[in-house]
């Protein structure tokens, strides 16, 4: 496992997901997100500063998330896309689902903005 | 061209991953595209890798996998051996393709698909004496916008677009 989840606000995490995103931590990435989703938890950024390999799984993942958030107003938001993360972002046209911001500073303040604009309760 | 044999499936992601990871430092001087690829490259062998690693039957002691990796006229060509059981590789692009349009889509189950998306002229067979052989280019970079994807979110994220 080596990503790790840092909470930012009563509603936001970042996840720093290291080295990889694969088929070895997929699920264990998927139920640290859904524990953080039972406590309120709406909005993830992802970082994949220095990440070497985000695989089909770990994608698949990723859009599981994606489907459990978005009829409760949440949103998954990549930030800091390594060239490789880059490649599968590109060759899997997912970047028509999740914006991409060049820091975690800066889609943090987006997602903070975004928050304060509407409720992030239970559908 | 550059060859590697694993014979260790326990930790054979990782031993690719440096390889690739030497190889894309590397090539740090060469020219765009070779960089690209090799990224490419990197994504469609760790998913044929990670298939063998969670699903293949090693019956021949010791099990091996032989990566062979060359720049010719085509592009960047893979050659993939190993001693594995073999499966029936148009069976599972079917069932892939055809779970694509269930329901709830499954989060696993997309790694040829994603094989796919990265590789052009892939060929899978078995070579006789137990050996599989799996050979494919890398496509160069392409503008795939209007590709159908293996993942119904960007689909519909397209058809609102």
Same mark, same amino acid.
């Given at each position: 496992?080596?990503?790790?989840?840092?909470?930012?606000?009563?509603? &936001?995490?970042?996840?720093?997901?290291?080295?990889?995103?694969?088929?070895?931590?997929?699920?264990?990435?998927?139920?640290?997100? @859904?524990?953080?989703?039972?406590?309120?938890?709406?909005?993830?950024? $992802?970082?994949?500063?220095?990440?070497?390999? $985000?695989?089909?799984?770990?994608?698949?993942?990723?859009?599981?998330?994606?489907?459990?958030?978005?009829?409760?107003?949440?949103?998954? =938001?990549?930030?800091? =896309?390594?060239?490789?993360?880059?490649?599968? =972002?590109? $060759?899997?046209?997912?970047?028509?689902?999740?914006? @991409?911001?060049?820091?975690?500073?800066?889609?943090?303040?987006? $997602?903070?903005? &975004?928050?304060?604009?509407?409720?992030?309760?239970?559908? | /061209?550059?060859?590697?044999?694993?014979?260790? #499936?326990?930790?054979? #992601?990782?031993? %690719?991953?440096? !390889?690739?990871?030497?190889?894309?430092?590397?090539?740090?001087?060469?020219?765009?595209?070779?960089?690209?690829?090799?990224?490419?490259?990197?994504?469609?062998?760790?998913?044929?890798?990670?298939?063998?690693?969670?699903?293949?039957?090693?019956? %021949?002691?010791?099990?091996? #996998?032989?990566?062979?990796?060359?720049? +010719?006229?085509?592009? !960047?060509?893979?050659?993939?051996?190993?001693?594995?059981?073999?499966?029936?590789?148009?069976?599972?692009?079917?069932?892939?393709?055809?779970?694509?349009?269930?329901?709830?889509?499954?989060?696993?189950?997309?790694?040829?698909? /994603? /094989?796919?998306?990265?590789?052009?002229?892939?060929?899978?067979?078995?070579?006789?004496?137990? %050996?599989?052989?799996?050979?494919? %280019?890398?496509?160069?970079?392409?503008?795939?916008?209007? /590709?159908?994807?293996?993942?119904?979110?960007? +689909?519909?994220?397209?058809?609102?677009?």
């Amino acid at each position: 496992m080596s990503f790790s989840v840092q909470k930012t606000s009563p509603t &936001t995490v970042v996840v720093h997901i290291g080295k990889a995103l694969d088929f070895r931590n997929a699920a264990d990435f998927k139920a640290s997100c @859904q524990e953080h989703t039972r406590t309120g938890i709406r909005y993830f950024v $992802l970082d994949f500063t220095g990440t070497g390999i $985000l695989d089909s799984t770990g994608l698949g993942v990723i859009f599981s998330l994606y489907r459990q958030l978005t009829p409760i107003g949440g949103q998954v =938001v990549f930030a800091s =896309v390594s060239r490789p993360v880059q490649v599968v =972002v590109q $060759l899997t046209r997912t970047y028509k689902v999740f914006r @991409q911001f060049p820091t975690v500073e800066a889609a943090f303040e987006n $997602l903070e903005r &975004t928050s304060a604009g509407r409720p992030t309760g239970t559908a | /061209m550059r060859e590697h044999t694993f014979h260790e #499936i326990d930790g054979v #992601i990782d031993e %690719v991953h440096g !390889l690739f990871d030497g190889w894309v430092r590397e090539s740090a001087s060469a020219a765009n595209g070779e960089r690209y690829g090799l990224l490419v490259m990197k994504l469609a062998v760790h998913e044929w890798i990670a298939n063998l690693v969670q699903h293949a039957s090693f019956k %021949v002691q010791p099990p091996y #996998i032989r990566l062979v990796i060359s720049l +010719n006229d085509a592009g !960047l060509h893979c050659l993939i051996e190993d001693n594995s059981e073999g499966f029936d590789f148009h069976a599972q692009i079917e069932e892939q393709s055809r779970r694509l349009s269930d329901p709830v889509p499954s989060e696993r189950g997309r790694g040829l698909l /994603m /094989m796919l998306a990265c590789a052009e002229d892939l060929v899978y067979e078995a070579r006789g004496n137990g %050996v599989q052989h799996l050979q494919f %280019v890398v496509n160069p970079p392409v503008d795939s916008d209007n /590709m159908p994807s293996f993942f119904p979110a960007v +689909n519909r994220a397209s058809d609102q677009a």
